[in-house]
């Protein structure tokens, strides 16, 4: 096993940075180069200001060069993407009967949702446990 995992294969996910990182480092390459020439060793000097990889940082140069300063370093990504949440109506709980929700089992039935997707608002802190 390559990894140390137990079965399976290893996925590193991708880490997206926040604009204001990024647009941060670009202004630090601006005020630390003359456009459009990165200097030698720069790169490297902002990347361990900031704690970034090295990779990022002339990413967000080429990017700020290509596409217009600071408005070409902002993230692309839309706010509406991804998986879209499964709605569940927190009020619809207080209308099941106590004999109907003694466990996530018996209330994912009576509320006609998956046991896993109550479990995981459960541990996210929407709903808790009440016991006398």
Request: charged share 30%.
């Amino acid at each position: 096993m390559a990894h140390g995992g137990v079965g399976g294969s290893y996925v590193k996910k991708r880490r997206y940075y926040s604009d204001d990182l990024k647009i941060a480092i670009y202004l630090e390459l601006l005020a630390k180069t003359d456009p459009p020439v990165l200097h030698h060793g720069v790169s490297k000097a902002v990347a361990l200001k900031f704690g970034v990889p090295l990779r990022l940082v002339p990413s967000v140069w080429r990017n700020g060069q290509d596409y217009g300063g600071i408005e070409g370093v902002r993230n692309k990504l839309v706010k509406n993407c991804g998986r879209k949440k499964v709605e569940i109506d927190m009020e619809a709980i207080k209308d099941v009967p106590l004999r109907e929700r003694k466990t996530i089992k018996d209330l994912a039935n009576a509320l006609g949702v998956k046991k896993t997707t109550l479990y995981n608002r459960f541990k996210k802190g929407y709903f808790r446990r009440h016991t006398n």
